[in-house]
């Protein structure tokens, strides 16, 4: 696709990153990832995965090179409003579903709207605007979770907790999703299947996914492209339908 018409919502260019006296944890990495696209990010335990992500999304700094994540172009680390910028418009998903397990499911969807409105008014479903409570019934709706709205989320199995935790980053309608690693604490069946709704949801919503996985079949079945990472540098960054068995091989080899 030629650049005039793509919209880069996340580039790198010679990003360096290492933690204090480490060794370098990425070397030189330059990324573009376009509107839409599901990107699944993959290599070995350690290699700098969700290293990469806090990078793009300024949750750590790094030593050299330039990020462009939502229009916010930065170096080292963004400015505290080009942070709150970027979280506005963005949704996070982790291994950890991080639900309050006391309150019922309706209210931690509600709780994805903490920080981009309301204050207080956010903090619970019972005083949340009716609006808020609308609009977190509709993400329930789409992870297919309606009927739990009222159970307590320690009710839940941990399929149903994530679907929840998917909904609640939903509710803040983000143009970028982050995912590290959101199926990694589930069974095969519910993993695949808290992935396809995952999926399905940001492709609909025309949402750009960055998500991190160890299941290559995850990677092959539910991105568009996959990015692999290898001794802090891209080992391949190929179309999912493009990467073959021995490919995977090489990421995870020696
Ligand atoms: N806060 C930190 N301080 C120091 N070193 C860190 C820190 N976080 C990560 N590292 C190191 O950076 C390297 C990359 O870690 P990272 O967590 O990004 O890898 P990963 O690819 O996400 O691994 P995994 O597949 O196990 O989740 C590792 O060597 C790790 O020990
Ligand atoms: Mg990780």
Redesign the pocket.
Known sequence: MPDIIRTDIIRTEALKKSYANGRPVLDNIDLRIGTGERIALIGSNGTG??TLLKCLIGHTSFCSGEVVTLGETFHASPSKTQLQRIRQRMGFVFQSHGLVRRQSVLTNVVHGKLGLAGGWRAWHQAIARQEFREQAMEALEQVNLTAKAKARADELSGGQAQRVAIARALIRQPALMIA??PAASLDPTAGRDVMEVFSELVRKNGITLVF?THDMDHAISFADRIIALKAGRIHFDLPAGAVSRSEIDGVFNA
């Open positions: 995965k969700s590290d690693e991190t």
